[in-house]
């Protein structure tokens, strides 16, 4: 069924006194006076204001009728938007550049990695990240790159042969690449960064002794970390214990940030931190008793 609002009858009193009143030609504060008290008792029995009750007033000894159960509108103060959550990275106490952490904060606040595990490559500072795909990290390490500085690849390289491959032309391009694991033409694993480019991120080659890879991973400086082709080559353990089991059982995300621009502008990214200073100020809890918006809080 259907609820109809309710009619409230008020008390005889206030309708014979309007009828009398009106009959007698009483002077007008008396009058006022009567009419008074048969607004209160309405706003005694009903959450109307006086104003509501007097306009369902009628002559010829009527009763007032008011409806119940509608509160009187009053003007309501906007309040403090609600203050959204910034997310970030997490990199425990692993020491990383603005660039990566920026970019680390950003991809976990924006979802860019659309809740997949990912990896920076972090080309100035010649080290890579890796993290779960809520942002928490789950290993570092330093790593070797492309000979050539540049965030580009040349044109169909990945069809050439590597003895064709110049060594200006030995880039690690940067972007945004989706990775999965695979395997090289020896039959090793190797995790695929960019598969049209032959570019990918493997366990360090050791074959040719003469370019010291592995002491190159170790030096205490980047400027010796220029090396390949363009794979990104990575310590054994760090690969066997950290990269591999990341990507498993799923594709992820590979950042790699280029290093002949911001990455804001490669990515068109934006600044988190940034963000946060943008947001509105929370409205501090009320207590008990305190008005908000003409209204008395109640708290159960």
């Known amino acids: 069924m259907t609820a109809h609002p309710k009619k409230i009858r008020l008390p005889a009193l206030a309708g014979n006194a309007v009828t009398r009143a009106a009959s007698a030609c009483w002077s007008a504060p008396v009058l006022a006076r009567l009419v008074g ?9 009903s959450p109307v204001s006086a104003a509501q009750a007097a306009a369902h007033a009628t002559d010829g000894g009527q009763a007032l009728s008011v409806t119940a159960g509608i509160a009187p509108a009053s003007p309501v103060a906007p309040r403090a938007m609600a203050q959204q959550t910034i997310k970030r990275a997490h990199f425990a106490q692993e020491s990383a550049s603005d660039d990566a952490r920026s970019m680390a904060d950003w991809i976990v606040d924006s979802g860019d990695n659309q809740r997949l595990p990912f990896l920076i490559v972090d080309k100035a ?36 042969k590597l003895s064709s491959i110049r060594p200006d032309e030995r880039t690690t391009p940067a972007g945004r690449f989706v990775a999965s694991l695979g395997r090289n033409l020896h039959g090793k694993e190797i995790l695929w960064v960019d598969y049209e480019g032959a570019i990918s991120l ?22 010796d970390n220029r090396i390949s082709y363009g794979c990104i080559n990575v ?66």
């Open 37 to 45: 008290l048969g607004l209160l008792a309405a706003c005694m029995v």
């Open 125 to 160: 500072h010649a080290k890579v990240f890796m993290f779960d795909a809520t942002g928490k990290i789950q290993g570092a390490a330093a790593a070797l790159l492309g000979m050539a500085r540049g965030d580009d690849s040349i044109p169909d390289i990945g069809k050439r």
């Open 202 to 223: 493997h366990r360090v080659v050791t074959s040719n002794p003469k370019e010291q890879r592995t002491e190159r991973l170790t030096s205490s400086t980047t400027a």
């Open 235 to 300: 310590p054994v353990h760090f690969y066997e214990r950290i990269v591999s089991p990341a990507f498993k059982q799923t594709s992820g995300i590979v950042y790699v940030l280029p290093e002949t621009r911001s990455a804001r502008e490669f990515f068109k990214s934006y600044d988190v931190d940034e963000r946060a200073r943008q947001q509105p100020a929370m409205a501090p809890p009320l207590a008990e008793g305190q008005a908000q918006d003409g209204q008395t809080i109640r708290l159960r």
